[in-house]
T-cell receptor, first 112, second 114 residues
Framework: DQQVKQNSPSLSVQEGRISILNCDYTNSMFDYFLWYKKYPAEGPTFLISISSIKDKNEDGRFTVFLNKSAKHLSLHIVPSQPGDSAVYFCAASINTGNQFYFGTGTSLTVIP | GAGVSQSPSNKVTEKGKDVELRCDPISGHTALYWYRQRLGQGLEFLIYFQGNSAPDKSGLPSDRFSAERTGESVSTLTIQRTQQEDSAVYLC????????????FGPGTRLTVL
């Protein structure tokens, strides 16, 4: 049972444009969300997080938006750079819990 | 080193053999997680250790899977009588504390069961 879903397995974007990666979840108890970035042959690295008390969190070129009513979050990368090409995973947890539930990932390619 | 390390990086084994995967967390991190990622699937939680507390084994897929951790140091994940469906990348992560704290991942061990 996939509680966190990333329905787009891949995305291609021109350098300088905006990349929007989407994530949906089913468990309304989730209240902490993270995005990880993964390069080939490396483990995921933390990118940005958001708590359910917020609807937006920004860190440089990366902004995460949370829509609790729609159980949807998105990661915006502006402007996109070739070095952003990687697989992006969203993850969710119930704050006091130990388990993180990950999506299947979206492979982003930024075209120079 | 400063990051989480895992060994071996690649392991090829025959069906029915046992394998042991190792994870060295970041020094001082109290929490340690094991995940696996099968081809085309998301990261699947396996087991979680927090200090000296009893581990959360709720994600282990069968009794062929077990893991140990001594204190806040190295962890080993053991898979007995491997099956082809065990083929996956096994990722270890550690975090300073538990719950929603950011996890730092190792590079993973790619396990192939022939």
């Amino acid at each position: 049972d996939q509680q966190v879903k990333q329905n787009s397995p891949s995305l291609s974007v021109q350098e300088g444009r905006i990349s929007i990666l989407n994530c949906d979840y089913t468990n309304s108890m989730f209240d902490y969300f993270l995005w990880y970035k993964k390069y080939p042959a490396e483990g995921p690295t933390f990118l940005i997080s958001i708590s359910s008390i917020k609807d937006k969190n920004e860190d440089g070129r990366f902004t995460v938006f949370l829509n609790k009513s729609a159980k949807h979050l998105s990661l915006h990368i502006v402007p996109s750079q070739p070095g952003d090409s990687a697989v992006y995973f969203c993850a969710a947890s119930i704050n006091t819990g130990n388990q993180f539930y990950f999506g299947t990932g979206t492979s982003l390619t930024v075209i120079p | 080193g400063a990051g989480v390390s895992q060994s071996p990086s690649n392991k090829v084994t025959e069906k029915g053999k046992d394998v042991e995967l190792r994870c060295d967390p970041i020094s001082g991190h109290t929490a340690l997680y094991w995940y696996r990622q099968r081809l085309g699937q998301g990261l699947e939680f396996l087991i979680y250790f927090q200090g000296n507390s009893a581990p959360d084994k709720s994600g282990l897929p069968s009794d062929r899977f077990s893991a140990e951790r001594t204190g806040e140091s190295v962890s080993t994940l053991t898979i007995q009588r491997t099956q082809q469906e065990d083929s996956a990348v096994y990722l270890c992560a550690s975090s300073l504390f538990s719950g929603g704290d950011t996890q730092y991942f190792g590079p993973g061990t790619r396990l192939t069961v022939l």
